[in-house]
């Protein structure tokens, strides 16, 4: 197979990304073919999930390939290790062997030949809301420029399709509907157009509209925190579903030699 059809073959896979659906599934299919495309063993996608500012922390939500669990319950932050020196700076990270970088410290699998890894930033308007990350170079045993480029190019549809994910989820919401148009009435340079692209601030909108509307209601207090324990209890299944999918992803995986 040439190198055009290859190439033709890897467009056609990048349309996928912008595929509607469940935000967690999608993630979860997105980072198989991000491992696809730049034949890799392992993709990890982390997404911002708390903080502010200089003090932002992310999260692995989706993974294809061997993870450990450790990876699962990691918050990291500006500046820690790999995935958090991309969210400072900003930019792509290609790292041909971790041995022989400022990354030594974090290496893992010291015997494995594949110690070539790549890490991108994931951006919704030029404002950063993840990274994505490959490691274990299946054909090969380092990452080309070539291979970042692509890695570049998955990280934008990701974005992209995280961006038609939560205008869709607005879109579909009565609820978020009437809550967002509530707020822009006291925010009058607001719109929601623009809205989505910051989904802390969609939440927090939502949650102050939630209250109000149960306490307008006639709820009591009780009846407002109980709603707010329903809100955490589906969370934590949420998070234990995900728990499950990495106790099959590690009785799935090969053995390999401690680090």
Known sequence: MGESEVLLIKLQDLSQFLASGNLDDNLTK????????????????????????EHLRMSVCASFGPLSPAAWTASIGKGEGIAGNVLATGRSLLVEDILHSQFAHLARRVDDPRRSLMSSPISIEAKIIGIVNVCGAQSKHTFSQVDLHM?????????????????????????????LMQNLKEEVDGSIATAYQNPDQVARILA??????????????????????????????????????????????????PH
């Open 208 to 257: 102050k509209s939630l209250f109000k509307e149960m306490t307008k209601a006639g709820f009591g207090s009780g009846q407002i925190i109980h709603a707010a324990s329903e809100i955490i209890t589906q969370l934590n299944n949420n998070l234990k579903r995900h728990s499950v999918r990495v106790i099959r992803h590690d009785e799935g995986a090969k053995p390999h030699k």
């Open 30 to 53: 997105q980072s198989a073919m991000a491992a696809k495309l730049v034949d890799a063993e392992t993709c990890s996608i982390m997404l911002i999930d708390d903080g502010e500012g």
């Open 151 to 179: 890695l570049e190019v998955i990280a934008m549809f990701i974005g992209k399709s995280i961006q038609v994910n939560q205008l869709q989820n607005i879109l579909n919401s009565r609820f978020t509907q009437l809550a």
